[in-house]
């Protein structure tokens, strides 16, 4: 099991930043991958960024250029670093891990994070 705690949301305006913080209650390091999903209402969960245990990351095109996933191991938290915010980006952004395990997937959410962005 693995506890995933989100902070950093808020309200900012366009062309704002916000930084997302995603703690993690044991090592990262065993986890296969780590991710930011968002929810706008109304929409289905989009999956916004990803970083691997090697550190190759992915990003959705709509973010690409604005947004950064990195990690810090040592603190078990994976971070997000919005820029250049958008009202389009307004949503609820969820941290995400995988473990697998042998056969086995394991799949983790945390609560979730409120970002809104005022034009």
């Known amino acids: 099991q693995v506890q995933l705690v989100e902070s950093g949301g808020g309200l900012v305006q366009a062309g704002g930043s916000l930084r997302l913080s995603c703690a993690a209650s044991?090592?990262?390091?065993?986890?296969?991958?780590m991710d930011w999903y968002r929810q706008a209402p109304g929409k289905q969960r989009e999956l916004v960024a990803g970083?691997?245990?090697?550190?190759?990351?992915n990003y959705a095109d709509s973010v690409k250029g604005r947004f950064t996933i990195s990690r810090d191991n040592a603190q078990n938290t994976v971070y997000l670093q919005m820029n250049s915010l958008k009202p389009e980006d307004t949503a609820v952004y969820y941290c995400?891990?995988?473990?697998?395990?042998?056969?086995?997937?394991?799949?983790?959410w945390g609560q979730g994070t409120q970002v809104t962005v005022s034009s």
């Open positions: 970083i691997v245990r090697g550190g190759s990351t």
């Open positions: 044991r090592n990262i390091n065993s986890l296969n991958a």
């Open positions: 995400h891990a995988v473990e697998r395990v042998l056969v086995s997937r394991y799949d983790y």
